[in-house]
């Protein structure tokens, strides 16, 4: 009898436990919201129309010629609304894009007709994410910029050039200020 009430006491509990819960179903519309699995090698994404993201450059910006170029930048989201960018790379250096321009003594206006353009190689079918920023949130970014391998320093002068970088996608158009970076021999 024992070995009855040992064996049936779990059975009943689970029945009564089943046929006490319930289910609703319903056919309402998903909320708006809600993200949708998305081919991740799609290639065009709709222009965000409200954010307000600075993209700026951390770390320091002097190497020596036998150096990797190793460098981060911060994406923050300085608005007050949430930011979704759904093309974002999962190689976070396939996200920046980098023109360089001679270093000059006198200021030098931003034009991409005339500053070099680098494109951190990338593979043909790159995976992608949404990368969502809460207000005042950061993303890091980190690169290595290889192209500074071509500046050549001469004896006590470090080579200097001018770079902008710019997020390599198009759902969103954001660059940092420029900012110079310098290459000098051991």
């Excluded at 064996?7 to 046929?19: A, C, D, F, Q, R």
């Excluded at 809460?134 to 470090?158: H, R, V, W």
Aim: aromatic content about 10%.
């Amino acid at each position: 009898m024992k070995r009855l009430r040992l064996v049936l006491l779990p059975l009943v509990l689970g029945s009564v436990v089943l046929g006490t819960a319930s289910c609703e179903s319903s056919q309402e519309k998903p909320a708006k919201n809600c993200w949708k699995v998305r081919s991740p090698y799609r290639k065009s994404y709709p222009k965000l129309k409200q954010y307000k993201l600075v993209l700026i450059p951390v770390g320091k910006k002097t190497f020596t010629a036998d150096q990797k170029k190793e460098f981060n930048f911060s994406l923050r989201n300085i608005g007050s609304k949430t930011v979704r960018i759904d093309e974002w790379f999962m190689e976070e250096a396939d996200n920046v894009r980098f023109y360089t321009h001679p270093f000059e003594n006198k200021p030098v206006k931003f034009d991409r007709k005339t500053w070099k353009c680098w494109i951190p190689p990338m593979k043909k079918k790159t995976e992608r994410f949404q990368l969502e920023l809460m207000p005042g949130n950061a993303a890091l970014i980190m690169t290595t910029m290889s192209f500074l391998d071509d500046l050549k320093p001469e004896d006590g002068k470090a080579a200097r050039v001018l770079v902008v970088a710019e997020l390599n996608l198009t759902s969103v158009n954001v660059r940092t200020m420029q900012f110079i970076v310098a290459v000098q021999k051991k």
